[in-house]
């Protein structure tokens, strides 16, 4: 399950525009789309979405992404609300909880087993400056990048059939 929701409180922003790839699966949605497709990766053999719409795009989204695998994977965002942003994987022997998922502050996971409770702190960092710097390493070095394309391919491919659902 992940989320990543904030109150959009300024008007005529690209955000609401449906010309200009509006709405906030594209804006906010596709970071927990891609955190999914990292936890899970590979292409989901079903989609549904529900959205309601505000100036043409989606203002407050959530899909179901079911995988052969038998795992279902949830996916809320909006800007409609309380900024909310967090995560959880959770499998047969504990949960991961990631708040403030995709911030780049300094905080902790945290882990939970039947074993109790681990914090895991997590340093600041730039993740966007370290992608790049990774994407400009792997070229110098001849090397895959950490983030790959199929990746990338994978989680569009997954956002078209995400706005397919939303026009069934």
């Known amino acids: 399950n992940s989320t990543f929701r904030f109150f959009l409180d300024r008007s005529n922003t690209i955000k609401e525009n ?10 906010v ?5 891609s955190l999914i497709g990292l936890a899970l990766p590979t292409d989901p053999i079903d989609v549904q979405a529900t959205c309601t719409r505000v100036h043409g795009v ?3 989204l959530s899909a179901l992404l079911r995988y052969e695998s038998g795992a279902i994977a949830s ?14 994987i959770i499998g047969t022997a504990g949960a991961l909880l990631i708040p403030d998922t995709f911030l780049d502050d300094a905080g ?12 895991i702190p997590v340093p600041a960092s ?6 790049i710097q990774d994407f400009s390493a ?17 989680t569009l491919r997954t956002l078209d059939r995400l706005h397919a659902a939303l026009k069934a």
């Open 108 to 119: 902790e996971i945290i882990l939970q087993t039947k074993a109790g409770s681990e914090r």
């Open 58 to 60: 989606d203002n407050n």
């Open 18 to 27: 449906p010309d200009l790839g509006g709405g906030a699966l594209y804006d």
């Open 75 to 88: 996916l809320h965002c909006g800007f409609n609300a309380f900024g909310r942003m967090h995560s959880e």
């Open 29 to 33: 949605g596709v970071y927990p789309l």
């Open 138 to 154: 792997a070229i110098r070095e001849h090397r895959a990048p950490k983030l790959r394309p199929e990746e990338s391919l994978r």
């Open 126 to 131: 730039d993740r966007y400056a370290a992608e």
